[in-house]
């Protein structure tokens, strides 16, 4: 859906980013992962032409960017930002309704727009809608910034550090909240973060970067498996790969079959292994109970099975 062809963008002859070359497909979630600097901004500001490229070239849907008016490539592209740029005069339903504004749609429908994608944040409507951004607190202003890149239904969402600035709790809720929400509207997401773990948890593929060029793009397990050059694997904190992948791989496909009474001790069915096995250490067994989400015992996991490639 989103192809980069040799894409530079240069300031004071001096490259931002350089020669990139990268394909991001319908739907997926293609995280931009680098340290601060490495020129992950410079790309996203490239795809919505908020700057343009010094050289080479960007398709959507196989048409060049540059060929496009800029106002109907940006209604294509919902983008969120670590400030949220939310206008602080205006309530929470009007800053999500600024573009259907734009986009002239009928005041019943802005309404009706502004009410659904306060539920689908988790935000109810009776409560925020007439807040003012300064009446939230910092995961609730993020999940505005949210709901209004969304709002005029663009094909494309750009977040660029979006959960940058929150508390690791609020953070993870977040990234929770924004895979569950992926997973009804199913929109092509290019992300952007300096976070590995917030990368590998999200990311259907991931782009390191490290100084203005990519380094590597790859699933995380391929990333973990197979880093590409030394960098990459400073990034993913040398010694903690083993962990990272575990955290990676659900319960459900390691556990075996229960036999007998079952253990003490329970993990959930989708509890990564990597939950599993600090439960093992905390509680000195070498076997859980798995359960389901009702709480029925559904399988047995013996410590010998996180050494297992999962089952296909
Ligand atoms: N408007 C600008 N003028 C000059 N240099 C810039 C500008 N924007 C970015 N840069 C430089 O480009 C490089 C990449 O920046 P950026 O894309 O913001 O990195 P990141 O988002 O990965 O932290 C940095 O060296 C930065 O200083
Ligand atoms: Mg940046």
Known sequence: MIEL???????????????????????????IVGTSGCGKSTTLRLLNR?????????????????????KLLRRRMGYAIQSTGLFPHWTVARNIGVVPQLLKWPAARIEARVRELLELLGLPHADFAHKFPSQLSGGQAQRVGVARALAGDPEILLMDEPFGALDPITRDSLQNELLRIQAQIHKTIVF???DIDEALKLASRIVVMD?????QHDTPTRLLEQPANAFVEHLLGQGEQGLKRASLQ????????LQGPPPACSVGVTDS????????????????????????????????????????
């Not at 062809?5 to 995280?31: H, P, T």
């Not at 100084?211 to 380094?215: F, W």
Request: charged residues 25%; proline residues 3%.
């Open 250 to 257: 659900r319960v459900g496909a390691h556990m075996l079959a």
């Open 50 to 70: 908020l700057i343009d490229c010094s050289s080479g070239s960007i398709r959507i849907d196989g048409e060049d960017i540059a060929a496009m008016d800029v």
């Open 211 to 215: 100084k203005g060029r990519i380094v």
């Open 5 to 31: 062809d040799g894409v530079s963008r240069l300031y004071d002859g001096v490259a931002a980013v350089e020669g990139l070359n990268l394909r991001i497909e319908r739907g997926e979630i293609c995280v």
């Open 192 to 194: 952007v973060t300096h």
């Open 273 to 312: 292994l990597r939950q599993a096995l600090s439960l093992m250490l905390w509680h000195r067994t070498g076997e859980l109970c798995v359960r389901d989400e009702q709480g029925n015992p559904v399988g047995l996991l013996p410590i010998a099975a996180l050494l297992r490639g999962p089952d296909a």
